[in-house]
């Protein structure tokens, strides 16, 4: 089955660029989507259709994808943005299938 | 404002039938175009998805689970609900619901209930 790899942890210092990748087989066929998990509360979606931020997502998170990885890009990281990220990704083809990745753990020390 | 709300017992025994409800307000589940769905977080583990459904009552289930799981709506109430079969430790998470935004290319997760911890235990 398709599996989405993602690295278990992040670290970064306050103002710098924090990259979290997510890896599949030909990923940059299929449209990556990034969500926010922070402790008790509900995923937040920052990016969708690889590059795209929903309303009220602040512009210093970005993404991209091309070949086998998928890259959420945080700059001028914030203590704030400290959280799990999770890349998603959907398969509509011959099995219908929602995935995730395992989730980063980033961290802002 | 869309809204979704988990309601079940925290509490499940092993082997026993996991059940969950999502209530929605704000909107219809008979909108055209949304597969409601399911997604779950164990403890040190990321977020699985577990299955979704159409108004209409069609299903899509993750393959690992899909043997346990059965999904159903019930328009009447605004309501769909979960029911994850012969439990076990593993199956102790936070369940969500959730209700995707998809195109013909790709779907992404745009409103979200609060989550609701069970917790499978003798």
């Known amino acids: 089955s398709y599996e989405l790899t993602q690295p278990p942890s992040v670290s970064v210092s306050p103002g710098q660029t924090a990259r979290i990748t997510c890896s599949g087989d030909?990923?940059?066929?299929?449209?990556a989507s990034w969500y926010q998990r922070k402790p008790g509360q509900s995923p937040v979606l920052v990016i969708y259709?690889?590059?795209k931020r929903p309303p009220g997502i602040p512009d210093r998170f970005s993404g991209s994808n091309s070949g086998n990885t998928a890259t959420l890009t945080i700059s001028g990281t914030q203590a704030t943005d400290e959280a799990d990220y999770y890349c998603?990704?959907?398969?509509?083809?011959?099995?219908?299938?929602?995935?995730f990745g395992g989730g980063t753990n980033l961290t802002v020390v | 404002q869309l809204q979704l709300q988990e309601s079940g017992p925290g509490l499940v025994k092993p082997s026993e039938t996991l059940s969950l409800t999502c209530t929605v307000s704000g909107g219809s589940i008979s909108s055209s175009g949304y597969f409601w769905g399911w997604i779950r977080q164990s403890p040190g583990r990321g977020l699985e998805w577990i299955g979704s459904?159409?108004?209409?009552?069609?299903?899509h289930y993750n393959p690992s689970l899909k043997s346990r799981v059965t999904i159903s709506v019930d328009t009447s109430k605004n309501q769909f609900s979960l029911k994850l079969s012969s439990v076990t430790a593993a199956d102790t998470a936070i369940y969500y619901c959730?209700?995707?935004?998809?195109?013909?290319?790709?779907?992404?997760?745009?409103?979200w209930g609060r989550g609701t911890l069970v917790t499978v235990s003798s």
């Open positions: 459904i159409y108004y209409s009552g069609t299903t």
């Open positions: 259709q690889d590059t």
């Open positions: 998603q990704a959907w398969d509509s083809s011959s099995t219908w299938e929602v995935l």
């Open positions: 959730a209700r995707p935004y998809n195109t013909a290319w790709y779907l992404l997760w745009d409103y």
């Open positions: 030909e990923l940059r066929h299929k449209y």
